[in-house]
């Protein structure tokens, strides 16, 4: 891959990839005739010196904005809501999210919520809300600045009720966005913190989508492509930060989110009720579970297991490899071992295995897993 050029890739949805990618938006709003977008961000984007750079060349096309930043970094529908009242005041015709997870999930939604006003968890997909995602939906473009969730590429949105704090999944094939301008140069600037969680949320996403137990042998093989991406340049991200090891880790994180299509597991489970309940940030919480959840694994995948470890050149292909490495990783960018690093305390437990038991992602795990076992593994992780 030559990284100072731009390339469309058509997979799920149009993709333009590579450095400079996000200059091209205005052009394609004007060619589409998009001319009042509503751009979802968070407060801390809309600072960003790129994010300036962004609206002033959109007005410079004499296209109107407004932007939207009022959002949780967990969102929540209370978020929703008023981001489609911005969008019906000030009457836009497009949508655009630019961000990490959180900005995407809450551009999603409110792509959704436009033309279907009805209570938002009815459209929930665990209790079959999709089927009632009937109307059309607003044009939407999404900009990663993270290499982190993969949202970019989804049809699916995460949005936790203000008050109960569970997780609700909004998810239909249009709310695929039109195209991705994946442009790497917007995540230079990351601060290693943030580099090293969203990497982490990214390898999470490849490696419980190659193990989960649905069959896709696509997936499978994107996801391994993934786990060998990220293991090639997620210290240099972090440590050493350049254009290739940036672009590495976009592509990846846009792999992961691809392959996660077969479902995720445990460690999503796990990571779910610490944004929910502590408002941890969401990779932070994969990063700290992912080799605990890992080891839960092992029992019964030993064959993926091995291939996983041959995918990250180790010396030993074993099970308990893999997860040795994680930890490696994981002290290497400054990810902590142990939940009450990030201030899981053990008073948090009972609470936190409830959510999980509860929440929709172990379902698709390669082996069961109980209440009890989401207590042990909080316990061992704390």
């Given at each position: 891959m030559i990284f100072d050029k731009i390339y469309q890739y058509n997979f799920p949805t149009t993709i333009l990839f590579g450095?400079?990618?996000?200059?091209?938006?205005?052009?394609?709003?004007?060619?589409?005739?998009?001319?009042?977008?509503?751009i979802i961000t968070d407060k801390t984007i809309a600072q960003f010196d790129f994010f300036k750079e962004i609206i002033y060349g959109l007005k410079r096309k004499n296209i109107s904005v407004e932007v939207f930043d009022d959002i949780h970094k967990n969102p929540v529908k209370s978020d929703v809501y008023k981001g489609t009242d911005v969008y019906d005041i000030s009457r836009r015709d497009c949508i655009i999210g630019i961000g990490g997870g959180a900005a995407l999930d809450v551009a999603r939604a409110v792509v959704l919520r436009v033309n279907h006003r009805e209570d938002?968890?009815?459209?929930?997909?665990?209790?079959?809300?999709?089927?009632?995602?009937?109307?059309?939906?607003?044009?939407?473009?999404?900009?990663?600045?993270?290499?982190?969730?993969?949202?970019?590429v989804g049809r699916s949105a995460i949005i936790a009720d203000d008050e109960t704090h569970q997780k609700k999944i909004l998810f239909s094939p249009k709310l695929l966005a039109k195209i991705v301008f994946a442009d790497p140069l917007l995540t230079l600037d990351l601060p290693p913190f943030i580099t090293a969680?969203?990497?982490?949320?990214?390898?999470?996403?490849n490696m419980e989508a190659y193990l989960a137990k649905m069959p896709h042998p696509l997936c499978e093989g994107i996801a391994l492509e993934g786990i060998s991406l990220i293991s090639q340049s997620l210290e240099n991200a972090v440590n050493r930060p350049d254009l290739e090891s940036r672009s590495k880790m976009l592509i990846a994180s846009i792999m992961g989110a691809v392959a996660f299509q077969k479902g995720l597991g445990v460690v999503h489970s796990l990571a779910h009720p610490l944004s929910s309940l502590l408002d941890t940030h969401h990779g932070l919480a994969n990063a700290v579970n992912l080799p605990y959840g890992m080891e839960f694994n092992i029992e019964g995948s030993e064959y993926k297991f091995r291939k996983i470890a041959r995918t990250l050149e180790l010396k030993d292909e074993t099970g308990k490899a893999v997860v040795e490495y994680l930890f490696d990783l994981n002290a290497t960018i400054g990810i902590p071992h142990k939940l009450t690093d990030i201030g899981v305390k053990q008073e948090h437990i009972e609470m936190l295995a409830d959510l999980a038991v509860a929440d929709f992602a172990h379902p698709n795990n390669p082996k069961p897993v109980t209440r009890e076992d989401f207590r042990q593994l909080y316990s061992r992780a704390l």
């Amino acid at each position: 891959m030559i990284f100072d050029k731009i390339y469309q890739y058509n997979f799920p949805t149009t993709i333009l990839f590579g450095a400079g990618a996000s200059k091209e938006l205005g052009d394609y709003l004007l060619k589409n005739n998009l001319l009042k977008p509503l751009i979802i961000t968070d407060k801390t984007i809309a600072q960003f010196d790129f994010f300036k750079e962004i609206i002033y060349g959109l007005k410079r096309k004499n296209i109107s904005v407004e932007v939207f930043d009022d959002i949780h970094k967990n969102p929540v529908k209370s978020d929703v809501y008023k981001g489609t009242d911005v969008y019906d005041i000030s009457r836009r015709d497009c949508i655009i999210g630019i961000g990490g997870g959180a900005a995407l999930d809450v551009a999603r939604a409110v792509v959704l919520r436009v033309n279907h006003r009805e209570d938002l968890f009815k459209y929930d997909d665990l209790i079959g809300g999709d089927v009632y995602v009937t109307n059309d939906v607003p044009h939407f473009i999404t900009i990663p600045t993270t290499a982190g969730t993969g949202s970019e590429v989804g049809r699916s949105a995460i949005i936790a009720d203000d008050e109960t704090h569970q997780k609700k999944i909004l998810f239909s094939p249009k709310l695929l966005a039109k195209i991705v301008f994946a442009d790497p140069l917007l995540t230079l600037d990351l601060p290693p913190f943030i580099t090293a969680a969203t990497g982490m949320d990214a390898l999470t996403h490849n490696m419980e989508a190659y193990l989960a137990k649905m069959p896709h042998p696509l997936c499978e093989g994107i996801a391994l492509e993934g786990i060998s991406l990220i293991s090639q340049s997620l210290e240099n991200a972090v440590n050493r930060p350049d254009l290739e090891s940036r672009s590495k880790m976009l592509i990846a994180s846009i792999m992961g989110a691809v392959a996660f299509q077969k479902g995720l597991g445990v460690v999503h489970s796990l990571a779910h009720p610490l944004s929910s309940l502590l408002d941890t940030h969401h990779g932070l919480a994969n990063a700290v579970n992912l080799p605990y959840g890992m080891e839960f694994n092992i029992e019964g995948s030993e064959y993926k297991f091995r291939k996983i470890a041959r995918t990250l050149e180790l010396k030993d292909e074993t099970g308990k490899a893999v997860v040795e490495y994680l930890f490696d990783l994981n002290a290497t960018i400054g990810i902590p071992h142990k939940l009450t690093d990030i201030g899981v305390k053990q008073e948090h437990i009972e609470m936190l295995a409830d959510l999980a038991v509860a929440d929709f992602a172990h379902p698709n795990n390669p082996k069961p897993v109980t209440r009890e076992d989401f207590r042990q593994l909080y316990s061992r992780a704390l």
